[in-house]
């Protein structure tokens, strides 16, 4: 009777266990749930953001003069005929596609997602030096770069805390099945 109590109490245990370790995925779930709900929202509200921004973008559009801009290294956007940003696209591609006719000169582009976006004609007025860079801005590079691998270290962290709580349910439950074993 007092080996049933404590096969009992054992198997009360890992059911505990079982639970806790469900509870903590569920709660990891939760998590990026939450925060995937924090990246659409923040997507969104770049998106009315660059919305609210077309009618300055339409009048930097329409002006003749050239608008000085420091041309990096970097990334670039441009707003499509239904006004959805499109990129981020490397130098060479958007210069080939300017070459290849795909651009009007009214194409709004920008190095910033966010914007401001100004025509293509006003930031390049001449197509030749189009998206040359005139910066070399190797320390946003670098920061991107830091970033990009610290989002991964998170992920990755992350990642191994699950496999660790998996582990030691799975421990348990194998432990639990051997004092089962052992007591039969």
Request: aromatic share 6%.
């Amino acid at each position: 009777q007092q080996q049933q109590q404590q096969q009992q109490q054992q198997q009360q245990q890992q059911e505990q266990q079982r639970r806790q370790l469900e509870m903590a995925v569920a709660q990891e779930q939760r998590a990026r749930e939450e925060a995937a709900a924090r990246v659409a929202a923040a997507e969104r509200e770049r998106a009315l953001a660059a919305a609210a921004k077309q009618g300055q973008e339409a009048a930097a559009a329409a002006q003749p003069h050239a608008i000085k801009v420091e041309v990096r290294n970097a990334p670039w956007f441009y707003l499509d005929p239904q006004r959805n940003i499109q990129g981020p696209f490397g130098a060479d591609e958007m210069r080939q596609w300017l070459e290849a006719g795909y651009f009007k000169e009214t194409l709004p582009i920008s190095q910033d997602r966010d914007g401001p976006f100004n025509a293509l004609s006003s930031i390049f007025p001449d197509p030749n030096n189009a998206f040359l860079a005139t910066v070399n801005d190797r320390a946003e590079e670098e920061r991107a770069a830091r970033a990009q691998q610290a989002q991964a270290e998170e992920d990755a962290a992350r990642e191994a805390e699950t496999a660790r709580a998996f582990q030691a349910a799975r421990d348990a439950e194998a432990a639990a099945a051997a004092a089962e074993a052992r007591q039969r």
